[in-house]
């Protein structure tokens, strides 16, 4: 079946660093989206992104997607304890399925 | 709009008891999903539903069940609680397969 790797699991950055997650995928993509997870909240849309090399950027936010639709990239600049949170990518589950297959996440803690 | 509601916020079972877990949507959306996410783990799909009168098993069905009788609610019910099925459960819902919208979620524990 279906598959993606998301990583890292965790990642540790000072304030004012840049951070970056991936999720990589074994078969071509329809779309992926990312989501945002603030501790102890509920999952929040913050972009799909639908073609092969697209890119979208959010304020310090940058979104990509690879040019064989297999892999995607979420890169924060210069991040802020706004930031903490986990980010999962999720993407439409086979055939006629309706439902998104979520990575397992990057947890981001950000160190003031 | 409320968005995705679900209650209660938190339960306390026993093992062996039942309970539903509600969850109501008021944007239309003909796609409804529950999910359970274990501590510091992933969302793990447990049903799912393209409509009402539609439901479809996901990753993790055992032990829950669902009915989709209007497009508004999508309720869970867990038949016989086991310690494994402590987790938080979120409910939500899309229309096609755009963006999803979380529920606050369910704290749920079985002791």
């Known amino acids: ?112 | 709009n409320a968005g995705v509601t679900q209650t209660p916020k938190f339960r306390i079972l026993k093992i062996g008891q039942s309970m539903t877990l509600q969850c109501t949507q008021d944007m239309n959306h003909n796609y409804m999903y529950w999910y359970r996410q274990d501590p510091g783990m992933g969302l793990k799909l447990i049903y799912y539903s393209v409509g009402a009168g539609i439901t479809d098993k996901g990753e993790v069905p055992n032990g829950y069940n669902v009915s989709r009788s209007t497009t508004e609610d999508f309720p869970l019910r867990l038949e016989l609680a086991a310690p494994s099925q402590t987790s938080v459960y979120f409910c939500a819902s899309s229309f096609m397969r755009n963006e999803q919208f979380f529920g606050p979620g369910t704290r749920l524990t079985v002791l």
Request: hydrophobic residues 30%.
């Open chain 1, 1 to 112: 079946g279906q598959q993606v790797m998301q990583i890292p699991q965790y990642q540790h950055v000072q304030e004012g660093e840049d951070f970056t997650t991936y999720c990589n995928s074994s078969t071509t993509l329809s779309n992926i989206q990312w989501y945002k997870q603030r501790p102890g909240g509920h999952p929040v849309f913050l972009i799909q992104l639908v073609k092969s090399g697209e890119v979208k950027k959010q304020k310090r936010l940058t979104f990509q997607f690879g040019e064989a639709k297999k892999n995607s990239s979420l890169h924060i600049t210069a991040t802020q304890t706004t930031d903490v949170g986990t980010y999962f990518c999720a993407f439409p589950g086979g055939g006629s399925q309706g439902n998104l297959i979520f990575g397992k996440g990057t947890k981001l803690s950000v160190k003031p």
